[in-house]
């Protein structure tokens, strides 16, 4: 655990516990000047142990406030290079647009996976994607409601370290995804549909007589 030199008993500011033999994570430190670490394990555990703090130079903004733009359509590489680490991207939006978001896991390795998060500006999240079983990278789409900057926060789960694209693209929806944009289906009449991103929904409206049976 991670203390600082103002209250170095109380709450810790950032802690890891062990995964595959290790404990571990990573700080951005706020201010400078000395801090404390305490290693210790559970109530019914003793033995031997090795500790270490490095310096790390990290690829991309683990905040908001210097999140690196993306071009849209354009792949941009990034690296986790410690546990618990997060790199910030900013992407402007047009209102009433649908974008596909994706994480490209490069290097994570088969037991890590890639976490992708859309936030607006004041750090609410509007969706996500993880890998899990998607083809080795976290994918989701998302239309705007409203037009501005929004922001991914690419990471992965705790222990996984290694190399990904991040990447934001425009979509051409063939059709609306609420009601209100529905495509009107005229009887006996076939429509083709495209779903292009995971999650879309294509709307279509139908008059309907009543008492009659209708095929779909």
Do not use: C, R, W
């Not at 559970?42 to 033995?47: I, K, N």
């Not at 995804?177 to 929904?201: C, F, S, W, Y």
């Amino acid at each position: 655990s991670l203390y600082d030199s103002t209250n170095p008993y109380s709450s810790s500011i950032k802690y890891g516990y062990e995964s595959n033999g290790v404990a571990q994570f990573s700080y951005t430190a706020t201010t400078a000047g000395t801090y404390y670490l305490q290693a210790n394990s559970d109530s019914s555990s003793s033995g031997k142990y090795t500790v270490k703090a490095t310096a790390i130079a990290d690829d991309h903004s683990d905040t908001t406030t210097s999140a690196i733009a993306l071009t849209l359509g354009t792949p941009k590489n990034g690296n986790i290079e410690a546990a618990g680490d997060v790199d910030y991207f900013k992407v402007d939006l047009v209102v009433g647009k649908k974008y596909l978001f994706e994480m490209n896991d490069l290097t994570l390795g088969t037991s890590g996976d890639a976490y992708l998060n859309l936030q607006n500006s004041n750090g609410y999240n509007l969706a996500y994607g993880y890998e899990g079983y998607s083809n080795n990278k976290a994918i989701f789409s998302y239309t705007a409601t409203t037009a501005g900057t929004y922001y991914l926060k690419a990471s992965s789960d705790d222990d996984s370290i290694g190399k990904y694209t991040v990447k934001a693209t425009a979509v051409t929806d063939d059709f609306g995804n609420t009601t209100t944009t529905a495509k009107v289906l005229a009887l006996e009449t076939t429509l083709n549909g495209n779903i292009e991103v995971p999650q879309d929904v294509d709307y279509f409206k139908v008059s309907l007589t009543a008492g009659k049976k209708y095929y779909f």
